[in-house]
């Protein structure tokens, strides 16, 4: 996933990775992997690096299947994750020459901007990362997911406990009974 910049063409250069034919992509599932990450499926790359020099772009979406973790029930599930995303590629050298590299800045304002190093652009970093941004930030099993019962730990999705019966107490209450 190392590309030659020099060897790149002006305008679009289709990219295409699959973790079952790409060593290079299998090696990021079994880092993320050592992360903690249960995976379950194939990770999937396919994007567009337009090269415009000396400005770089990367239009990019990754499928992959990892099991997450309910944040209202706590319990494991799996679903299929699509992630689309545009970065701005800067080379750093010609950055640091740049007169106008404020105006670089400016420019890619909107976007995040990765740096590269020499004639290589390794995607195999990057693309981690992205995996790692692709998950979200508040995972639900469900939509509707009812989550557990705060009083007796049961999950709701499952059965329904006693304790919804329980009428709360209310602090109002009191209130009723002074006569003003
Ligand atoms: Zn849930
Ligand atoms: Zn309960």
């Known amino acids: ?26 090696a990021v599932a079994r880092d993320l992997g050592t992360e903690g990450f249960k995976i379950l499926s194939a990770l999937k790359f396919q994007g567009i690096l337009h090269k415009h020099e000396p400005d770089y772009y990367l239009n990019g979406n990754l499928d992959w299947n990892v099991e997450q973790v309910c944040s209202r029930c706590a319990e494991t599930f799996s679903s299929p994750l699509h992630y689309d995303f545009q970065l701005a590629l800067a080379h750093s050298g010609a950055h640091k020459k740049a007169k106008n590299a404020d105006l670089v800045a400016e420019e890619s304002e909107d976007l995040d901007l990765v740096f590269f190093e020499g004639n290589e652009l390794d995607l195999k ?37 006693k304790c919804v019966n329980i009428p709360k107490e209310n602090p109002f209450l009191v209130l009723k009974t002074i006569t003003l």
């Open 125 to 161: 970093p990057l693309l981690h990362e992205q995996f790692v941004l692709s998950l979200p930030f508040k995972s639900l099993c469900k939509e509707t997911c009812k989550g557990v019962c705060q009083h007796c730990g049961i999950n709701l999705n499952r059965q329904e406990c």
């Open 1 to 26: 996933m190392k590309l030659v910049i020099s060897q790149l063409k002006d305008g679009e250069n289709p990219l295409s990775f699959d973790s079952e034919k790409d060593p290079e992509l299998k």
